[in-house]
């Protein structure tokens, strides 16, 4: 299960992303926004994180104009891993080596097209699993 979420500036992104996961027959929740109205993006990334963090989704993805507040505001829930990626390189590195559990994107950054193939991507990837990873992982978990 995958929670989707977006802002105003992401709404048609995510429509587009929500046509992906249907034709590929994986289930969401739709956290909202559900128009182009505008309205703020913190309540979105922190709906799609919580609902990762308490495991009624496996991940989440969010989006808003340069996805970079709406990540901030997913990264706020404890135990979110939310990364920001433009390209398919970061979507698997970011898997593989931080066991990201929220994609972020820009939908004034990228098209729809790279956005679907980062989605995939992301979706696709399986964390690594290797000691320095899981390390470095408790590393950032850790309170100071």
Not at 8 to 28: A, P, R, T, W
Not at 72 to 98: P, V, W
């Amino acid at each position: 299960m995958i929670a989707i979420g977006s802002d105003h500036g992401g709404y048609q992104l995510k429509q587009e992303i929500i046509k992906y996961l249907e034709d590929k027959n994986i289930d969401y929740k739709d956290v909202g926004c559900y128009s182009t109205e505008s309205c703020d993006y913190a309540q979105f990334g922190k709906s799609v994180a919580k609902l990762v963090a308490e495991g009624t989704c496996d991940k989440g993805i969010v989006i808003c104009g340069t996805g970079i507040g709406i990540s901030i505001a997913a990264n706020k829930i404890k135990g979110i891993r939310a990364a920001l990626c433009h390209d398919c390189f970061s979507a698997q590195a970011t898997r593989e080596h931080n066991d990201a559990n929220i994609l972020a994107m820009g939908a004034r950054v990228i098209g729809p097209g790279l956005a679907l193939k980062i989605v995939e991507t992301f979706l696709g990837t399986e964390f690594s699993n290797d000691e320095r990873h899981i390390r470095r992982i408790g590393q950032i978990e850790e309170d100071n």
